[in-house]
């Protein structure tokens, strides 16, 4: 027998490709032209045909791997047409060279030689229930010893090992994750070797005999519970009601790692060793804030269908991306919001005169436009807010650019374009920026280019109404403005009140680069610029 490597074809020009699925289990049978596996690329679905007969040893891919042209996707086991006619001689040799002499010491040597097969069956479980076979602890060609796990059962309370009540290499695996074995049922075959007795005459007696082949079962007996009662003794960690065989618990145990805070990839949801490693390695190459947030509780599940009609909606890649960020920053940064109020009376009459000039341009201005600019300039003259926190939590970085980022509500969600070097650019310019960023935020055509850099955001409700709302930060930035909807209020002048329209304003800072003085510095220095927009030339 000889094992072949079977590679991914030609893909028809796709650079790599998802599996999607395996065809077949390890052991089984195939022919040639049979399917071993599904491939998708970006247009098309494809099966990747057995180019050999036998039988399957081992996938060397996962379902949902990433593959190209030339990788080594599976191992089958084919009959080696070579090697069957030079056994023949062999065997034709051995009675000729018997001499006298050497047949006194063929009664010792024949024993060692001889070898069988001896069937594994699944022991006393405790009960004739059916129970699932999680995992497949060997392959096909694999040398096992006494005792060594052969496959792992879960019931509704425990996992157990099916261990191997003999010594000698695995020549078939009669089950596959999934199935359901109760107890007496086949598990695999072993090709075992009357050289681990020390009586050669007697050693094969246990292995054909078919009353003696059930004599090692009882210690696969005794051992089998074990594995219950280990982790019934256990049910007060949130770990043991996660779904991962043995293997994976001890690996978790070693590195210390709670299996109810990792992500299962297998089959079901299972958690694998890779899972394990993986959430490790996202531990570790994020050690500066891994403790951030660390043991809040989680949100209990509610059954809503309880209550009334329910749909579930997926969210789409944004709002899932911004709900992460909105938490990762609130759970991170010490926030602290400050309010103030603008008088834009004279701004907006100024706005209003611009509109005549505006559609000859071809480019409307809104409020929007003065905003960015006021904040540009604030930002030249308060460069404390124009910092981020190191990750080393030591250091700042003092930025000498100016881009200010303005958060926009699009069909798909929140995004945030950055208008790039906002302090060197006019309010025509701006308004027209903001205009194009907007259309392709909307259109859902922004590039990431364009969403990057920022220094600082605005936030703006605009006509849509609100008194004022507590923003987030746009961690790593260290500053966020929010603006409401303005409104007509009486202003007292000195000698009386006027009516002066009121941009509400709430300043929101990372409290551990700003502080109190900072951020009232900034906010008078931008409230003054927006009730007189003269200071923006100065």
Same mark, same amino acid.
């Given at each position: 027998?000889?094992?072949?490597?079977?590679?991914?074809?030609?893909?028809?020009?796709?650079?790599?490709?998802?599996?999607?699925?395996?065809?077949?289990?390890?052991?089984?049978?195939?022919?040639?032209?049979?399917?071993?596996?599904?491939?998708?690329?970006?247009?098309?679905?494809?099966?990747?045909?057995?180019?050999?007969?036998?039988?399957?040893?081992?996938?060397?891919?996962?379902?949902?791997?990433?593959?190209?042209?030339?990788?080594?996707?599976?191992?089958?086991?084919?009959?080696?047409?070579?090697?069957?006619?030079?056994?023949?001689?062999?065997?034709?040799?051995?009675?000729?060279?018997?001499?006298?002499?050497?047949?006194?010491?063929?009664?010792?040597?024949?024993?060692?030689?001889?070898?069988?097969?001896?069937?594994?069956?699944?022991?006393?479980?405790?009960?004739?229930?059916?129970?699932? $076979? /999680?995992? #497949?602890?060997? !392959?096909? +060609?694999?040398?096992?010893?006494? @005792?060594?796990?052969?496959? &792992? *059962? =879960?019931?509704?309370?425990?996992?157990?090992?099916?261990?191997?009540?003999?010594?000698?290499? $695995? /020549?078939? #695996?009669?089950? !596959?994750? +999934?199935?359901?074995?109760?107890? @007496?049922?086949?598990?695999? &075959? *072993? =090709?075992?070797?009357?050289?681990?007795?020390?009586?050669?005459?007697?050693?094969?007696?246990?292995?054909?005999?078919?009353?003696? !082949?059930?004599?090692?079962?009882?210690?696969?007996?005794?051992?089998?519970?074990?594995?219950?009662?280990?982790?019934?003794?256990?049910?007060?960690?949130?770990?043991?009601?996660?779904?991962?065989?043995?293997?994976?618990?001890?690996?978790?145990?070693?590195?210390?790692?709670?299996?109810?805070?990792?992500?299962?990839?297998?089959?079901?949801?299972?958690?694998?060793?890779?899972?394990?490693?993986?959430?490790?390695?996202?531990?570790?190459?994020?050690?500066?804030?891994?403790?951030?947030?660390?043991?809040?509780?989680?949100?209990?599940?509610?059954?809503?269908?309880?209550?009334?009609?329910?749909?579930?909606?997926?969210?789409?890649?944004?709002?899932?991306?911004?709900?992460?960020?909105?938490?990762?920053?609130?759970?991170?940064?010490?926030?602290?919001?400050?309010?103030?109020?603008?008088?834009?009376?004279?701004?907006?009459?100024?706005?209003?005169?611009?509109?005549?000039?505006?559609?000859?341009?071809?480019?409307?201005?809104?409020?929007?436009?003065?905003?960015?600019?006021?904040?540009?300039?604030?930002?030249?003259?308060?460069?404390?807010?124009?910092?981020?926190?190191?990750?080393?939590?030591?250091?700042?970085?003092?930025?000498?650019?100016?881009?200010?980022?303005?958060?926009?509500?699009?069909?798909?969600?929140?995004?945030?374009?950055?208008?790039?070097?906002?302090?060197?650019?006019?309010?025509?310019?701006?308004?027209?920026?903001?205009?194009?960023?907007?259309?392709?935020?909307?259109?859902?055509?922004?590039?990431?280019?364009?969403?990057?850099?920022?220094?600082?955001?605005?936030?703006?409700?605009?006509?849509?109404?609100?008194?004022?709302?507590?923003?987030?930060?746009?961690?790593?930035?260290?500053?966020?403005?929010?603006?409401?909807?303005?409104?007509?209020?009486?202003?007292?002048?000195?000698?009386?009140?006027?009516?002066?329209?009121?941009?509400?304003?709430?300043?929101?800072?990372?409290?551990?680069?700003?502080?109190?003085?900072?951020?009232?510095?900034?906010?008078?220095?931008?409230?003054?610029?927006?009730?007189?927009?003269?200071?923006?030339?100065?």
């Amino acid at each position: 027998m000889a094992v072949e490597i079977v590679t991914v074809p030609d893909l028809g020009g796709a650079e790599s490709v998802d599996v999607i699925e395996l065809s077949v289990a390890p052991g089984d049978a195939v022919e040639v032209e049979d399917s071993l596996l599904v491939l998708e690329s970006d247009k098309a679905t494809m099966d990747v045909p057995s180019p050999f007969q036998g039988s399957l040893v081992k996938y060397l891919v996962a379902d949902g791997a990433v593959v190209k042209v030339g990788d080594p996707i599976a191992e089958i086991e084919v009959a080696d047409a070579e090697q069957a006619p030079a056994a023949e001689p062999v065997a034709e040799a051995q009675p000729v060279a018997v001499e006298p002499a050497a047949a006194e010491l063929a009664p010792a040597a024949a024993p060692a030689q001889t070898s069988s097969e001896q069937l594994i069956l699944v022991p006393d479980i405790g009960s004739d229930d059916e129970i699932d $076979v /999680i995992e #497949i602890s060997v !392959a096909i +060609g694999d040398q096992v010893e006494e @005792g060594d796990t052969l496959l &792992v *059962l =879960e019931s509704d309370k425990a996992t157990m090992d099916v261990p191997s009540s003999h010594s000698g290499k $695995v /020549i078939k #695996i009669l089950a !596959a994750e +999934g199935n359901k074995l109760r107890t @007496g049922a086949e598990v695999a &075959v *072993l =090709e075992v070797t009357s050289a681990a007795s020390p009586e050669p005459v007697n050693s094969p007696e246990p292995i054909n005999s078919p009353e003696p !082949a059930k004599a090692p079962e009882p210690a696969p007996v005794a051992a089998a519970p074990a594995p219950a009662a280990q982790v019934t003794q256990t049910d007060s960690s949130p770990s043991d009601s996660v779904y991962a065989g043995p293997a994976v618990r001890l690996l978790a145990r070693e590195l210390g790692v709670q299996l109810d805070k990792v992500t299962g990839t297998g089959p079901r949801g299972r958690v694998q060793k890779d899972d394990v490693n993986n959430y490790v390695k996202a531990a570790l190459s994020s050690a500066p804030t891994a403790t951030a947030g660390a043991g809040i509780p989680q949100v209990p599940a509610v059954d809503f269908s309880q209550f009334g009609d329910i749909e579930t909606v997926a969210m789409s890649k944004i709002q899932k991306l911004t709900a992460a960020n909105m938490q990762r920053n609130w759970l991170n940064v010490p926030h602290v919001t400050q309010f103030d109020e603008a008088d834009i009376t004279e701004l907006e009459s100024f706005r209003k005169s611009l509109k005549d000039e505006g559609e000859k341009r071809g480019i409307r201005i809104t409020p929007v436009s003065f905003l960015i600019k006021a904040l540009a300039t604030s930002l030249q003259a308060n460069p404390e807010f124009n910092r981020s926190l190191a990750g080393d939590g030591e250091n700042y970085i003092q930025k000498h650019y100016c881009h200010v980022g303005m958060a926009v509500d699009t069909p798909r969600g929140l995004v945030v374009p950055v208008i790039k070097d906002a302090d060197q650019k006019g309010i025509w310019d701006i308004s027209a920026e903001i205009a194009s960023l907007a259309a392709s935020a909307r259109e859902g055509r922004l590039k990431p280019a364009q969403m990057q850099g920022g220094c600082f955001t605005l936030s703006s409700l605009g006509a849509i109404g609100g008194t004022g709302f507590t923003p987030i930060v746009n961690s790593p930035e260290v500053g966020i403005l929010g603006v409401s909807k303005s409104q007509i209020k009486p202003v007292w002048n000195g000698s009386e009140f006027a009516p002066r329209l009121m941009l509400p304003l709430a300043l929101s800072y990372d409290h551990r680069v700003i502080n109190g003085g900072d951020a009232g510095r900034f906010m008078t220095h931008l409230v003054k610029l927006l009730s007189d927009i003269r200071h923006l030339a100065l």
